[in-house]
């Protein structure tokens, strides 16, 4: 859902993003591939759309190369003109802490990637806790998920401090999503969560569709959690999915083959009021320009932290919800659409 900011041109500075899971899903691939099993889109044809849809970033793909000069290579095969600037705006950590031997397998999985991301210019890392989660769980419906006992959370918290400590040392942002199926997935739980870290090493990550389907807001998730919100993804909920869609009986990947999750767009109905979550932004100064340094060292003398807006919408290859649109048509209606509402010019209604 899109509405007007009024003409006023807000949030000047952030840089647009959209991850590939519109094109090629990582935690269901059967919902982007053929009936062999192969994606219907690789990881180079993907990145050409986003290039061309004209986003300057996008989240890491399990296919993208590893180290500087071959990610270098990669962006220009597929097609990034000479002197434009595109990163990868995160990679993801699924952590375990809620789990047996969680604490060292997530750092464990930290320390072995932390190098090819800092080689790439990596600076923010999403991240959410699997354990004890129902959302890889196909045939699990999410109304069955699991809530966390004290134990559980006090070794959330605690682990993510750690790791938040290690990311902030190494130069990095580590930025907590609550999401759909997990022991944190409510306003409630993300309050909590947000009450029990480290604010100057475990940040939020705001997803505008996980929370709005889980029954919070937004908008009031920006005003209470402004300071520890490092990284967005805008993602809309189709309207007559949300209504039709229960919890009772759906689960995480139900969901997403069913359609509940669009990007930003004017050219359909939606549920987000994303000209009044990117507002609230505006007002709470996301996009100030803040000087990057890692923990112990003064800041950098150029490099700035990179505020983002991602557009994200887990979708499957087929469903007749698309019509005749294909993955670069969602984005680039979701680029034009947040485009417009940033500089003030959107008309579109819900």
Partial sequence: MAESNASKEILKGV???????GWRNADFPD???NANGRQY?????CLKEIIAARFTGCSDDRDY???RADWENFLKKAGLPKGQEFHITEPWISTWFTTAGGYERTLDFYEENKEQWSDRGVQNIGAAEFGNAVHLKPHVPLKQRNRFSDQQWNALVEGLNELGRRASADGFRLCYHPHMGTGVQTQPEMDHLMAGTNAAHVHLLLDTGHLTWAGGDPVAAVYRHGERIKHIHLKDLRPDKLRSLDLAKTSFKDGVKAGIFNVPTSKEPGTVAF???LKALDDVDYAREDRWKKTGQAPHATEK???WLVVEAEQPYEGAFHGNKKPKDYAKEAYETVSAL?????????
């Fill in 15 to 21: 840089r647009l993003g959209i991850t590939p899971t």
């Fill in 31 to 33: 919902l982007t591939a």
């Fill in 41 to 45: 889109y690789s990881a180079k044809d």
């Fill in 65 to 67: 190369p590893k180290g």
């Fill in 275 to 277: 000209g009044r979550v």
């Fill in 305 to 307: 932290w990179r505020k």
């Fill in 342 to 350: 940033l500089k003030g010019t959107q008309k579109g209604g819900s």
